[in-house]
């Protein structure tokens, strides 16, 4: 197994992705900080904060918020970790510093740390792992201690999940006396890899195969502790009604059957991802065959049969889960930014264990569409439900409640603002990997990279006005001529691409699983140019997809386009795009922040009086324009559609 | 106002509805005497006539069934008056005078008739009105008895339900004492119209009227009734939880306003046309113009915006409701057969108010499609909901798990089959209509017609082939030479129509709402010969349809066609039926008991290996073949779509 390690030193000065980041240090930051502490005006209070000082002795009252509350603070930790890699902040770390230090108060003396249980249920630790999150809001803890403790060279974070950890293995397991369990939100198992990774101890790497293993054998632990729990004193909980895990059995968890042998991506989308990022990530650490094979099956299923152009999963708001393959509606659907922020780590892993450029298009496909379109230009409104579609009737459907029309301030429960933001803030994470002597570019995110090359310090800068121009300039940067390989992704949606080193053609006729491997000694100062080119593609769905048929969606590099209300008026599903019509690319400065915007003529079909006529339509011509679908409800609410109709 | 009357002498020999009266007759009516007299094996029992036996004091036992568990047996009553109509049967009628001596045996003294009150909660009649349907069944039982009377001219079950409404009239009304409450589900409203027609005792007219003027007025009845009902001592029903009437406030049963103040089609479809027919009626026997305006605002409303091609009504599961303008989701909607049954009824009220084709046109639409459909072939199974379009991944999808993918046999709450089976058994009450000079002729259904036209006696014979060919002969009998009008519905679908008298063309330039108003001096033995162009019509949807874009639907007469994967293989949304592709009608006698197929010549879409692509569709020369969307799913499960994607 080849498989590829991660690149540190990335720094992004990409007009796209810094503008972004900014954002996420200037709005997002800042303003969920204020809801961790309940400093904002109406809205609900978190009590996130709160609930570690009562923890602590430090407050009096009692616990407030959902039983993965806790994982809010978590998440905001990671963020700000990632944020100061490439933004020093010291009033931002010395707060962070500051709740560290309050985690630390407030663990017990075992090493416990959970406020739901700590103050609500002393006594029923580790009792409802399917439904009560404990696990789940560990591995959020241990991913921003890993990221804390790499940004800032600090240690009392990661020596706090350290001692937690300690007391997790020693509960659960295969040997007697520990609880054969697991959780019912997987996220600790791809946590204690990155823990293995920082620590090197094998200990974690081993808890994380455990809870992969055991995960669905026969008898399924979580009907046996629901057993249990019938005589211990505790409160039921949402899944304990009649409609168990929403109907879906043990797949909602994906906990039916060993992950080995499951060949279908099933239940819940989030959990789903979160559990194939751990797998992979263990395939590449053990070189698990068997495991990266699941993978692999896992991963064609979901590309192939259950994902949204704009990279969305999550076909049913009943479990917010996956449903069969090619059931795809575009205005019912769930396609939860967290998915799709999983979705990107899960390609990013992937692209360790294999540099395969399939990988790559997915992983570029999620962060430039459907993870995005979850937050508005400014960072201030959010979507959880990602629609491809919204019709005039859309927000009057009972049975489409879930999809809003437009993007909502920070909720209650705020899984999606502070993943997406997580994402945003380590985006640098996902351009590169490496082996000891190639690196590969996943990713065109201009800025500077340094790393270690065939034992040569490098250092290598992408320029580039991406994802809106396809001219792409590399530069090498190496105090004295070293031998190594420069692995360029040649975008699966490039049918045109030239390469030239130092002004000099290089042929692409053989590439390796979609990258142009260039061997050379390099030298201080070559330069690569790459052009992609970006003509607009006419994106059709498979036959099987019922309701995309006879529509087509507009994709220039890596945007995925809409069309709006505010641009082409009411009645988007009466548009017609002719196939023979020529589309217009042009990067306009004013509009969404700046943004290639796509014109093309087409007709509007006029409203006829009767509801169903076999008169012939009458087409009135009319200029479509679409936008990046990232961008969309950014200029008023109104309709919305990514499939537009071809006549 | 210028109204006509039904004509009662009607004889049908037509192939298409006798073969459908004779399955009503030898099928449905004995099989749901078993099912009311729990006989049927691995069968919920139905305790329909046993609950009467124990109310009569005849049996032990308790009630068992829902709260409209009687409405079975009025339904099967109303159907064998129908049928008996024209196939005596006096086995059949027997059965039927039993069952209305026994339902007189378990009538209160003061008249009281309904099981789950007398047995369940004697003390609690007319508590809650808002779900319990005792008026609902009240209304069902007067349709029947009604219906019995004409048939047989017998009087004994008419007077039971006279007895009945007089205690009805004098419980409910707005004078002092009186509660001022109405039906949470419409149908005595209509009922008692009916009731009026038979005996020509105003006050029953005066009670429909005082329901429909009440309903809707502030205060709302159901919400002080609600109140009101803390205080006693009855069972919580399931409109008692959270989410009240669907969520739906008082639009689910058409009360959140006065009558005259609805605008547009609202909440329950079934409650809704039911409602509206007596709005209907009541306009034309008071000439009320108000109820008459409002009539054809709604009436406009649901054909206008609301009603599938199939004349499907009910776009949601929820409520199993109406929705909003232009959302008619092809797989997801509710369309229950009762809902298309009401929308014939309707139409033929709406025909007496107003002889405007529009009316007719709607009548044959869900005569011949929306309602069928509910029924297979041999009677013996079922649809309550008629989705248009069934994909392979429809039977998994967990918020579509009311659409089954084949008929189901009887059902417990068995609304759907009977009310299918009254229709049928009494379709010749919707072929004709007359003032006293005019006969209005609105469907062509072979038989007889026997009435009396300027004061003579006229017969009428049709004969034809309809609905698969358009060739229509009448023979005028009349045994002296009279003068009066024969109306002839050209109908909407046709743009090409012949009509000749004794071989001599008539002009069809002046139509009236539709109508060809033949006047002249007929002689015994005149004979009128119409020929109704069939071409097939490719019917397109308003652009604001935003499901039916792209897609044709094909229709020949007034029989809107399907595909079905039987003889199109699967993935039926991957074919193409091009614009210009000729299509060819065949009668094939061997065919879903003898209908016309369509073919086609068209494409199927290649399945690639990928999801989404760019690259140009591959398509694969393949004949379509269409079929009656009413005989859908009688060969077995599968695909089945109305809307076809062009190219
Ligand atoms: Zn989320
Ligand atoms: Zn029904």
Chains 1, 2 share one sequence.
Not at 23 to 35: C, L
């Amino acid at each position: 197994m080849k498989v590829t390690t991660p690149v540190k030193h990335v720094l992004v000065e990409d007009h796209f992705w810094k503008k972004y980041k900014q954002i996420v240090a200037n709005e997002v930051i800042p303003y969920q900080w204020k809801a961790l502490n309940d400093e904002l005006p109406n809205t609900e209070p978190s009590h996130a904060i709160e609930n570690f000082r009562i923890a602590a002795g430090e407050s009096n009252g009692e616990f407030y918020g959902t039983v993965f509350q806790d994982s809010d603070v978590a998440k905001w930790l990671e963020t700000v970790a990632y944020s100061l890699r490439d933004n020093p902040n010291p009033e931002l770390e010395k707060k962070a510093d500051e709740v560290i230090s309050l985690l630390g108060r407030s663990q017990a003396a075992d090493g416990y740390l959970n406020t739901y249980y700590l103050l609500k249920e002393p006594n029923n630790r580790w009792t409802n792992l399917r439904d009560n999150h404990e696990l789940y809001c560990a591995g959020h803890f241990i991913e921003a201690a890993v990221a804390y403790n790499e940004t800032t060279g600090k240690n009392e974070f990661l020596s706090i999940m350290e001692k937690y950890v300690h007391l997790i293995d020693q509960v659960f397991g295969t040997e007697e006396g520990k609880i054969k369990g697991y959780p019912g939100h997987e996220e600790i198992e791809l946590a204690l890899v990155k823990l293995f990774d920082v620590t090197q101890n094998e200990k974690y790497l081993r808890l994380a195969q455990y809870f992969i293993n055991q995960r669905g054998q026969e008898p399924i632990y979580f009907r046996e502790e629901a057993e249990k729990r019938k005589k211990i004193d505790t409160a039921s909980t949402w899944n304990d009604e009649k409609n168990i895990n929403f109907g879906l059995g043990f797949e909602y968890q994906q906990a039916h059957q060993p992950v080995r042998e499951q060949k279908e991506a099933v239940g819940h989308a989030v959990r789903a991802v979160y559990l194939y990022i751990a797998m992979a990530d263990l395939a590449a650490k053990t070189g698990d065959s068997s495991l990266k094979e699941t993978c692999e099956i896992l991963w064609d299923d979901v590309v192939k049969n259950k994902m949204y152009i704009t990279a969305g999963i999550g076909s049913a708001v009943n479990g917010e889960a996956f449903t069969c393959n090619h059931d795809l509606p575009n205005d019912s659907m769930y396609c939860e930014t967290c998915a799709s922020v999983g979705l990107a780590f899960w390609a990013n892993r992937m692209l360790r264990l294999d540099a395969n450029r399939k990988y790559a298009d997915v992983l570029e496909r999620a962060i430039y569409n459907g993870t995005l379109s979850g937050m508005d230009l400014d960072g201030k409104r959010f979507f959880y439900v990602n629609p491809l579609e919204v019709n005039p009737f859309q927000h009057v459907r009972k049975d489409q409640q879930h999809v809003k029309v437009e993007r909502q301030k920070w909720f209650f429960c705020a899984c999606c603002p502070p993943n997406l933001a997580r994402m945003i803030a380590s985006v640098e994470d996902n351009i590169y990997t490496q082996t000891d002597d190639t690196l590969y570019t996943h990713l065109y995110v201009a800025g500077k990279v340094e790393t270690t090359l065939s034992g040569k310090k490098i250092e290598i800068t992408q320029s580039h006005q991406y994802p809106w121009d396809g001219d792409i300039a590399l530069t090498v940067n190496t105090g004295e001529p070293a031998h190594f390989n420069l692995a360029l992704r040649i975008p699966g949606w490039c049918q045109n691409a030239v390469v030239k080193v130092n002004g000099q053609l290089i042929s692409l006729d053989r590439l390796e699983k979609g990258y142009l491997i260039i061997e050379r000694v390099w030298q201080q100062g070559d330069s690569v140019s790459l052009h992609l080119d970006m003509q607009v593609k006419r994106m059709r769905s498979h036959p099987l997809v019922s309701m995309n048929q006879g529509q087509s969606a507009l994709q220039r590099g890596p945007i995925v386009y809409c069309i709006e209300e505010v641009d082409n008026g009411a009645n988007l599903a009466g548009l017609r795009l002719p196939k023979e019509s020529e589309i217009t690319s042009q990067f306009k400065e004013d509009v969404l922040n700046g943004v290639v915007i796509l014109t093309a003529d087409g007709y509007r079909v006029a409203p006829s009086n009767e509801l169903y006529s076999s008169e012939q339509m009458e087409l009135v011509p009319q200029k479509i324009t679409a936008v990046p679908y990232y961008a969309w409800c950014n200029r008023g609410t109104g309709e919305m559609r990514v499939w537009i109709y071809e006549s």
